[in-house]
């Protein structure tokens, strides 16, 4: 894979019930990450979801979460633009032209999962999200 680029979509607390009312619509197939798998110690988060994602037979990909407490989640900025692969070189320069002039929310580096993860709003107001997948993952 080289890259991608989705939509990912945020909830409050209903992402897991919003994918499989997806998976309904679209088929495929959907995973479920929460947050209480990758060690959030937080109780009230442990059920949430941390990642879903849904890969349909057309080719279509869906992904979501629930916004952690810590974020804000307003109707208009619960979805995002994903940018994800393995092509470090691209991903990285996307990053570095989509955040000048914008926000950086969240700096590209190394998060717990093994991939480099980062969130910005570019200069129009546009939010996006880059995962650049380590080799083998």
């Not at 995973?31 to 979801?49: C, K, M, Q, S």
């Amino acid at each position: 894979m080289s890259s991608r680029l989705n939509p990912y979509l945020s909830f409050s607390d209903d992402a897991r019930q919003a994918m499989e009312f997806y998976q309904r619509v679209f088929g495929g197939t959907l995973t479920v990450n929460t947050f209480g798998e990758f060690g959030n110690p937080d109780p009230a988060l442990a059920d949430r979801v941390m990642h879903a994602q849904l890969e349909t037979d057309q080719g279509y990909t869906l992904m979501a979460s629930d916004t952690p407490p810590e974020m804000e989640r307003n109707v208009g900025n619960n979805i995002t633009v994903s940018l994800s692969g393995d092509d470090a070189d691209d991903l990285r320069r996307f990053w570095t032209q989509l955040s000048e002039g914008g926000v950086v929310t969240l700096p590209l580096e190394k998060q717990m999962w093994g991939d480099e993860f980062g969130m910005c709003v570019d200069r129009f107001g546009i939010g996006w999200m880059v995962n650049i997948s380590q080799p083998g993952s």
